[in-house]
């Protein structure tokens, strides 16, 4: 667990997506963010058919605090890369600052669609990152 004077990260569990989202997300594997102590973000990965899903839900506090964004993005991006696998993310059309955050957190752009652009995050062979 992260905790910082405003900031806590901690693993989500299926209850937590079902507070924060209402829904539960098969195979996740994810981190909750407190802020001041309320629920202010849920992101990591789910399993979406044969596809590793990254994926962000961030409430408007967080959304005001770019230092927290960060910390919480890079968070679960170590936790992403840790497990060496594929991942595929959609910045949707209604979260415009979406894209350029993948871009930065390394992922790379594959194609756009009506709902907004998909990136992946293909992860290096060892001994070359």
Not at 73 to 87: C, T
């Amino acid at each position: 667990m992260i905790k910082d004077r405003h900031l806590e990260i901690r693993p989500a569990t299926q209850q937590d997506a079902i507070d924060f989202c209402g829904y539960q997300l098969p195979g996740m594997r994810a981190d909750i963010a407190l802020l001041d102590g309320k629920r202010v973000a849920l992101g990591g990965t789910f399993t979406s058919g044969a596809y590793i899903r990254g994926f962000a839900e961030l409430r408007e506090p967080l959304r005001k605090s770019p230092k927290a964004l960060l910390k919480f993005a890079k968070h679960g991006m170590s936790k992403i890369r840790e497990r060496r696998v594929v991942v595929v993310a959609l910045a949707e059309k209604h979260a415009p600052r979406a894209a350029p955050l993948l871009n930065l957190l390394g992922f790379d752009y594959i194609d756009s669609t009506q709902i907004g652009e998909w990136f992946i995050l293909i992860p290096q062979k060892e001994g070359t990152e």
